[in-house]
Nanobody
């Protein structure tokens, strides 16, 4: 059983911050990559950020680098996405996801994962 439960979405003004959290359990906790992707209405899925389990290295989409920070706890079953200096173009549903089959990082950065949660909405609006 795969479980990924996101929390922390909401509405924020431009320039504001939000922190998303994701709890991974079951088969989802045995991952090779864990990260976040987002999808806005009418747009393609976009990989936002991810962490490689083997060495803990983090990767970011150019659109969020320097504004978002991904991290995980010591037991590797909780991942957070700190989002600062949010802009209207960040508005989307954000999904926590895991890659368990071993596809390369580039797949994750295109939003391609094996499993993902229900998503949480982030809206940046005045």
């Amino acid at each position: 059983q795969v479980q990924l439960v996101e929390s922390g979405g909401g509405v924020v003004q431009p320039g504001g911050s939000l922190r998303l959290s994701c709890a991974a359990s079951g088969l989802a906790s045995d991952y090779k990559i864990i990260g976040w992707f987002r999808q806005a209405p009418g747009k393609e899925r976009e990989g936002v950020a991810c962490i490689v389990d083997a060495d803990g290295s983090a990767y970011y989409s150019p659109s969020v680098r320097g504004r978002f920070t991904i991290s995980r706890n010591n037991t590797k079953n909780m991942v957070t996405l700190q989002m600062d200096t949010l802009q209207p173009e960040d508005t989307a549903a954000y999904y926590c996801a895991v890659e368990v089959s071993g596809r390369p990082i580039v797949a994750a950065m295109h939003g391609k994962y094996d499993h993902w949660g229900q998503g949480t909405q982030v809206t940046v609006d005045t």
